[in-house]
């Protein structure tokens, strides 16, 4: 069974909301962050957001700053990708990711060992 599963996703118009979560129940490790990542067809995975988790740091890709809250909920042990004003470029697989290392470089994918299986976010004109 999957340690990560993402949902909310779905097709929405431009300008709309959506929230995406990622059910971190089954982590059995203790992560150091979590991140959220997108790929687009042909395109290469795109950094979006993630959290440190020690101190609750969070970084987002330029792109989404202003539109787009990262938060945790640990009570419902998830963590959630909050989008507003969604464009069409920014249709995607939306990923989730965790790490257990030293949580550097938080917007390189190539660092996060854990994934989820995916989500589809489509953002129609």
């Known amino acids: 069974q999957a340690e990560l599963v993402e949902s909310g996703g779905g097709e929405v118009q431009v300008g709309d909301s959506l929230t995406l979560s990622c059910d971190i129940s089954?982590?059995?490790?203790?992560?150091?962050?979590f991140g959220w990542f997108r790929q687009a067809p042909g395109k290469e995975r795109e950094f979006v957001a993630a959290?440190?988790?020690?101190?609750?740091?969070?970084l987002y890709a330029d792109s989404v700053k202003g539109r787009f809250t990262l938060s945790k909920n640990w009570a419902k042990s998830t963590v959630e990708l909050q989008m507003k004003n969604l464009r069409p470029e920014e249709t995607a697989v939306y990923y989730c990711a965790w790490r257990t290392d030293v949580a550097a470089f938080m917007a390189r994918h190539s660092l996060y060992t854990h994934w989820g299986q995916g989500t589809q976010v489509t953002v129609s004109a």
């Open positions: 089954k982590i059995t490790f203790r992560p150091t962050a």
């Open positions: 959290v440190r988790c020690a101190d609750g740091h969070t």
